[in-house]
């Protein structure tokens, strides 16, 4: 996601699958090596998996600081085994931008 919103600056939607699992937040760092969207306010998050919602939330607020929701753009809905991890992360983001603001 991070090459796709580098090469892609000016990119207003997108949709795809990830997996969160591979999201490696190191607190010395900014996550996503200081790549940020602020266009995108919705993400399509198809059948993507998140197990932890804190360290997507970080990721996600960092590199999409205007991300006010995910939607179900494109193919595919959050699994169900995945929807209360993915209304956490949303519930996280919010609060991380209240933290910022």
Not at 37 to 48: A, C, E, K, M
Not at 65 to 93: A, D, M, S, T
Request: proline share 8%; aromatic share 6%.
């Amino acid at each position: 996601m991070v090459c796709v919103l580098e090469h892609c600056p000016k990119l207003r939607e997108l949709t795809l699958t990830f997996d969160t699992d591979v999201v490696d937040i190191n607190p010395l760092e900014r996550p996503g090596g200081a790549i940020c969207n602020r266009n995108i306010t919705v993400l399509g998050i198809g059948f993507s998996v998140v197990k932890d919602p804190a360290a997507a939330a970080a990721f996600l607020s960092e590199i999409l600081p205007n991300l006010r929701f995910w939607g179900n753009h494109g193919p595919g809905h959050p699994l169900p085994e995945y929807q209360k991890q993915w209304e956490q992360v949303l519930g996280l983001i919010k609060d991380l931008k209240r933290v910022r603001e």
